[in-house]
């Protein structure tokens, strides 16, 4: 097991004792202390390919890996583990018992089913520090449920229980284990059946309720068991459990939330001290907090509130997106430096890293630091990607390795396309996917394990649970814009899910992802806070009157295929995307890029990914499709600075590989009067500029008129309108005409479209 030394006060003999622990091959579990934010005194990381033995309801004993994907993960070793198997026959009845134990009967190529419940095993030895230790184990997550043991030759003892999908849980084995003692961990992982769906399910819930659906993309790469990571954490009975920054541009202030655990027998009497610093090095003056002296009752849990102070470090200071996108762009990010002392000795420490950075609302649109921001975004769907735990294993979300350029290209390579967004789809973020985000100025929504089609069946104390622990989970990151309450969701649970969301984090604004509400709208909490629908396949408005997001677009389904086959994609994402841009649609998004373009992600491919389209071939697997005319032509929809002819867009429509193939028609001597709409999508500037030029035959062409638009004042984030008016010039053939249409910030072109032409025929007067 790999061994992290957070403090540096540890022995040498320490060390040695903990690599007598059960040793294994570690090489599926990705380098941690990247990962680290509570500052554990020491780190045992428990992943292994060899430490760990599973059974399937109590039945023989096989190695497995661990995380290695989840027990039903390709990663593992032949036979593979599977959920239980879906034949129309055995689930044509309408009795959930009977159709759910049929399946256990059945094996299939060497496939195992689970009934009920499989059960991890291995090895741990308990560090020994000091007196003063808590120990825990921290799971990335358990799906769908977990039962946490602690064994030695007298006992079986019960340590945690946690239950739900993807999220991140400790177990506690402070009072229970002794320092320097080897024990038998284990971990009973329960699969969604096992709770007849009553717990929030993602993508799974279609196993038994859809049949025809099983293996067509929605679970067949879902991660059952130990997922993400497994550590053993040392900490100080006193210490650091959480924190919660929290910062307003508007009121210019900034506070922290934080809980303080006493584990031990007596109370404690601590200092409390906090100062800022820089991740980018720069020199600020920070403001000062006072230090504060508390005491905290044996055995307990005290929060207390650090500021608020005044923050006049002014807008750059400020965490902004990364638009329009520069390819060397660093946020700006801060540390809140937080110490806890005891009679003058440093008991525990946590270094909160942080943006300064303020989400809300407007009439019709989201604000970041009081300024308008528009989101195209995507929705990556992790179960339904190419690699089972895809954001802990997948190269993609992954740190940078010399084979592989890993998250930070990810971010770089939506935002290049002008996507500046992804909804983490039904799944959660891991840590190291919202740090890049951070840092290069990417916003990430995401989206609880919820999902409608399940609400028959799903407990509510699950649904609540849901998505307080997602928020505690990303509430730190400033690259988090808002939080997806749920996927399609179920219109009546939106009101609790957001006053239940709200307690653990009030300063994000909510949606919910819906087919079912089918119009723009909100939905009030009995608490007061709010979530506004993001639409699946509906028509919008035209234009939007309040927040409208369209969640899922660009799809048209035909059914009368096996489903699903979806005919429309990428280009109808980008036509309409336009549409929606000149409509003042809040949000939209495909579903999701990488089923348009299987190998845009690194380590994915038309083979592996689940759900897919039919693959152009300047997007197939072997060829990049950055060259792609189509990929071309979403750049140009998508760009911040866009200056688009309205009618000629319109007319021509949905690429289908010749762009355009509608092209008007005028007469030598005839006036022209074009429609064109100017975008400023950036967050700070709004003072530019049209440059239009008329040339013959090309866009670099024989010049024959131009014109200049100055001095437009268009804030950031909105669109106007303005009309370019010359006359068809003279000709005794058909010939064509093309309107070069530049956007400019000063002397700085920022835009350019060469593609719209006309032809122009002779007068009969020639």
């Known amino acids: 097991m790999k061994l992290y030394s957070i403090s540096s006060g540890l022995f040498l003999g320490l060390i040695i004792l903990l690599n007598s622990c059960t040793p294994g091959n570690n090489s599926i579990q990705n380098e941690f202390p990247v990962y680290v934010k509570t500052n554990p005194l020491f780190i045992v990381d428990l992943a292994s390919d060899t430490a760990w033995s599973l059974t399937i309801d109590d039945s023989i004993s096989r190695p497995i890996k661990v995380p290695g994907g989840g027990y039903n993960s390709d990663m593992q070793d032949l036979p593979q583990i599977t959920h239980p198997p879906v034949n129309t026959g055995i689930y044509k009845s309408e009795d959930y018992s009977k159709r759910i134990s049929a399946g256990w009967l059945w094996l299939h190529s060497g496939h195992s089913a689970v009934k009920d419940h499989v059960e991890y095993r291995r090895k741990i030895t308990i560090p020994q520090i000091s007196d003063q230790q808590s120990v825990v184990i921290e799971f990335g997550a358990v799906n769908h449920g977990a039962e946490v043991f602690l064994a030695d030759e007298d006992s079986v003892m019960l340590i945690a229980t946690h239950t739900g999908p993807m999220m991140p849980f400790t177990a506690d084995l402070s009072d229970k284990a002794e320092g320097g003692k080897t024990y038998t961990l284990i971990v009973r992982s329960y699969p969604i059946w096992h709770y007849k769906e009553a717990v929030p399910s993602g993508f799974t819930d279609f196993v038994p309720i859809h049949p025809g659906w099983y293996g067509s993309g929605w679970d067949s790469k879902f991660a059952y068991g130990i997922t993400k990571y497994i550590h053993l954490g040392v900490y100080p009975r006193l210490r650091i459990r959480d924190v919660f920054i929290r910062t307003s541009v508007a009121q210019a202030q900034i506070s922290c939330d934080l809980w303080i655990e006493n584990n031990s027998n007596s109370e404690r009497s601590i200092n409390v001290d906090s100062q800022f610093s820089s991740w980018n090095k720069e020199n600020w003056i920070y403001p000062e907090i006072p230090a504060q002296t508390i005491k905290i009752p044996a055995k307990s849990e005290l929060k207390i509130v650090l500021g608020p102070v005044a923050w006049k470090l002014g807008p750059e200071s400020y965490w902004w997106p990364n638009k329009p996108f520069s390819e060397n762009y660093r946020a700006q990010l801060h540390y809140l430096n937080i110490r806890i002392s005891e009679n003058g000795r440093e008991v525990h420490s946590r270094n909160q890293r942080f943006g300064f950075v303020e989400w809300s609302e407007g009439p019709f649109y989201y604000l970041v630091n009081g300024v308008r921001i528009n989101f195209i975004s995507d929705g990556t769907p992790e179960s339904a990607m190419s690699d089972y735990d895809c954001y802990s294993v997948s190269p993609a979300f992954l740190k940078p390795t010399k084979l592989s350029a890993g998250c930070t290209e990810t971010w770089k390579k939506y935002m290049r396309l002008g996507i500046c967004a992804n909804r983490i789809h039904q799944s959660t973020p891991t840590e190291y996917m919202m740090d890049v985000a951070d840092e290069l100025g990417f916003m990430l929504i995401p989206e609880t394990g919820l999902r409608g089609f399940s609400d028959p069946l799903v407990f509510s104390r699950y649904l609540t649970q849901s998505v307080t622990e997602l928020a505690q989970v990303c509430r730190n990151h400033p690259s988090v814009c808002r939080y997806s309450l749920a996927n399609e969701s179920v219109p009546q649970w939106t009101g609790d899910l957001a006053d239940a969301i709200v307690q653990a984090d009030d300063s994000r ?67 309409y995307g336009g549409d929606m841009r000149l409509n003042d649609i809040a949000y939209f998004a495909g579903w999701c890029l990488i089923n348009y373009w299987p190998n845009f992600l690194e380590g994915m491919n038309y083979e592996r990914n689940i759900w897919k389209q039919s693959t152009h071939p300047d997007r197939r697997d072997g060829i990049d499709g950055w060259n792609s005319p189509v990929i071309e032509h979403l750049q140009q929809v998508f760009h911040p600075y866009l200056v688009m002819d309205t009618a000629f867009y319109k007319d021509n429509g949905v690429f289908t590989g010749k762009w355009p193939d509608r092209i008007p028609s005028y007469t030598s001597g005839e006036p022209i009067k074009r429609t064109i709409a100017i975008f400023n999508d950036a967050l700070t500037g709004s003072e530019l500029s049209v440059r239009w030029s008329l040339k013959w035959d090309s866009p670099d062409g024989e010049l024959i008129s131009q014109g200049t638009i100055d001095t437009l004042k268009i804030h950031p984030g909105f669109h106007i309108y303005k009309t370019v008016e010359t006359s068809a010039p003279q000709t005794t053939s058909p010939r064509t005409v093309f309107l070069v249409l530049e956007n400019l910030r000063g002397n700085e072109k920022v835009f350019a479209d060469k593609q719209v032409k006309f032809t122009i025929e002779p007068s009969d007067d020639l």
């Open 509 to 575: 604004p909510l949606v919910f992802e819906d087919n079912k509400f089918r119009k723009p709208g909100r939905i009030t909490g009995k608490n007061g806070s709010h979530a506004y629908c993001m639409l699946h396949y509906m028509n919008y408005p035209k234009p939007a009157q309040m927040i409208t997001g369209m969640g899922e677009f660009a799809w048209d389904w035909n059914l009368h295929e096996p489903f699903p086959v979806a005919d429309g994609g990428i280009e109808e994402f980008i036509y």
